[in-house]
């Protein structure tokens, strides 16, 4: 694949994302501004008018990306095939997440927008992204104004950081050999990985078999939680699992809950496997 057809392929692997929005024109403007730097795929959260005239009138040119917007209830369902995602964060949370510049942001999606699929995700206008929304990023975004003045118009926030996407992915087309592959800390030359990152679906039924698992060892009391699920999200976020890792891991958790249940029941190995044969024949509709 040439360089320009391999970066056409990751603006198409590239999705704005709005969440709640509460104001059409904005959602209008942001596909303005979409446009003006090649990205076409927008994602919209629970918005609160759409499609709307405004939205249309704000858009001018840019309507063919309202018209292809796909609409979604929450922001799991909206991430959930992506192997990157990126949330913008102008609040200091309680538990400091990974946070990137802008630039920053541009390399990590253009390292990775050539295998994945690749969010970029926006919050409400009057109060962004909430602290569960944002333990669905990998990575937070934030974009350094002046702090006299820091609130950004949310179109304004979605094309600085569509910008440096765009000059980033320009940069690397320009060049005559393919762009190193970054991977968290390593940089592999000329490498692609070798399996794609886990997706947002896939993370998510992790950490709902993981925090069973660590209730069922009494290790995890959801009636005092001490944010514990919220730090392994941080922990598996940073480290950003691929796929065969993500099934190696449930694997792992599998066995741990069948050592549960033969502790729990008091049965060998054997009769635990002849139960499970039995439930498998009549799942399948076996006799």
């Not at 596909?31 to 994602?43: C, E, P």
């Not at 502790?263 to 009769?271: D, K, L, P």
Request: hydrophobic share 40%; net charge negative; charged share 25%.
């Amino acid at each position: 694949m040439s360089n320009i057809e391999n970066q056409q392929n990751c603006f198409n692997n590239i999705r704005i994302v709005l969440v709640n929005t509460s104001h059409p024109g904005n959602i209008g403007a942001t596909a303005r501004a979409m446009k003006n730097m090649g990205l076409s795929h927008l994602t919209l959260v629970d918005p609160e008018q759409f499609p709307s005239p405004v939205a249309s009138g704000r858009a001018v040119a840019a309507v063919d990306i309202l018209e292809r917007a796909k609409v979604v209830a929450t922001l799991e369902e909206a991430v959930s095939d992506c192997g990157l995602v990126i949330g913008a964060s102008a609040r200091v949370r309680r538990i400091p997440w990974p946070l990137m510049s802008p630039v920053e942001t541009a390399v990590k999606v253009a390292d990775e927008s050539r295998l994945n699929q690749v969010a970029l995700v926006f919050g409400r206008e009057d109060s962004g992204l909430t602290n569960e929304e944002l333990q669905l990023c990998h990575f937070h975004v934030h974009i350094a104004a002046d702090e006299n003045y820091s609130s950004l118009n949310l179109a304004a926030a979605v094309m600085v950081i569509c910008y440096e996407v765009r000059m980033e992915l320009l940069r690397r087309a320009s060049l005559t050999a393919p762009a190193p592959v970054h991977n968290d800390e390593t940089i592999v030359e000329g490498v692609d990985w070798d399996v794609p990152k886990a997706t947002g679906q896939q993370l998510e039924n992790f950490y709902t078999h993981l925090e069973q698992a660590m209730i069922d060892l009494y290790f995890h009391d959801p009636e005092n939680p001490r944010l514990l699920m919220m730090r392994m999200r941080r922990l598996f976020g940073r480290i950003r699992p691929d796929q065969m890792e993500i099934s190696i891991l449930r694997g792992l958790l599998s066995h741990v809950d069948m050592l549960q249940e033969r502790a729990a029941r008091n049965i060998s190995v054997e009769q635990q496997r002849q139960e499970r044969r039995a439930a498998k024949k009549d799942s399948d509709g076996e006799i």
